[in-house]
């Protein structure tokens, strides 16, 4: 079974910086299988970025994806007030079959 | 448009039963898995299971076999998710979401409004 570790658990930034999240995978993962979410508070989770690097409908240019095999990098190039949220990576495997998780990197205003 | 519409918050005791309910509309039903997450409170996500629609083919995760079950009727555009025997631990956001998969991507595209449930004696 894949893990997902997500660093930093917090990552503290002000408006206008740029953001890095990484996803760091157990074994190597494919990366069409790769996705990000966004959760803001009290919402349901929504899809940023799928197949590692392509930004879902309506997602700002702003967001980013990038990786492979192991490692994952979810980039913000300038903060926006409403990108303060936690953020999650999300892995399927067909050995077993499962739809993995990380822990999750909350971003939040310094 | 794609909804996914799910059944309103529950308080129950402990060795309680439930259904929850995830209805979807805007789309074929029977042709994209819905998968169910659990969010605990100040929690992460945690990937419960999934169905298909269609044939109501199941996969659970570890974690969770055993612990409830994931059903769907087709004919209303609805999948559940049941404990028959509710714990205090089952406290938790339950939120289902549609799987969209193909050789390209593998991803939960559109996502309930979530069902808060609440087990306390």
């Known amino acids: 079974e894949i893990v997902l570790t997500q660093s930093p658990g917090t990552l503290s930034l002000s408006p206008g910086e740029r953001a890095t999240l990484s996803c760091r995978a157990s074994?190597?993962?494919?990366?069409?299988?790769l996705a990000w979410y966004q959760q803001t508070p009290g919402q349901a989770p929504r899809l940023l970025i799928y197949?590692?690097?392509s930004r879902a409908t309506g997602i700002p240019d702003r967001f980013s994806g990038s990786g492979s095999g192991t490692d994952f990098t979810l980039t913000i190039s300038r903060l926006e007030p409403e990108d303060f949220a936690v953020y999650y990576c999300?892995?399927?495997?067909?050995?077993?079959?499962?739809?993995?998780f990380g822990q999750g990197t909350k971003l939040e205003i310094k | 448009e794609v909804h996914l519409g799910q059944s309103g918050a529950e308080v129950k005791k402990p060795g309680e039963s439930l259904k929850i309910a995830c209805k979807g509309s805007?789309?074929?039903?029977?042709?994209?898995?819905i998968g169910w997450v659990r969010q605990m409170p100040g929690k992460g996500l945690e990937w419960m299971g999934i169905?298909?629609?269609?044939?109501?083919?199941?996969r659970y995760s570890p974690s969770f076999k055993g612990q409830v079950t994931i059903s769907a009727d087709k004919s209303v555009s609805t999948a559940y998710l049941q404990w028959s025997s509710l714990k205090a631990s089952d406290t938790a956001m339950y939120y289902c979401?549609?799987?969209?998969?193909?050789?390209?991507?593998?991803?939960?595209?559109?996502w309930g409004q979530g069902t808060q449930v609440t087990v306390s004696s």
């Open positions: 979401a549609r799987l969209r998969f193909s050789s390209s991507w593998c991803d939960f595209d559109y």
């Open positions: 805007g789309y074929r039903f029977t042709n994209y898995w």
């Open positions: 169905i298909y629609p269609g044939d109501s083919d199941t």
């Open positions: 074994q190597s993962v494919s990366s069409s299988y």
């Open positions: 197949g590692a690097s």
């Open positions: 999300q892995q399927y495997g067909s050995s077993p079959r499962m739809y993995t």
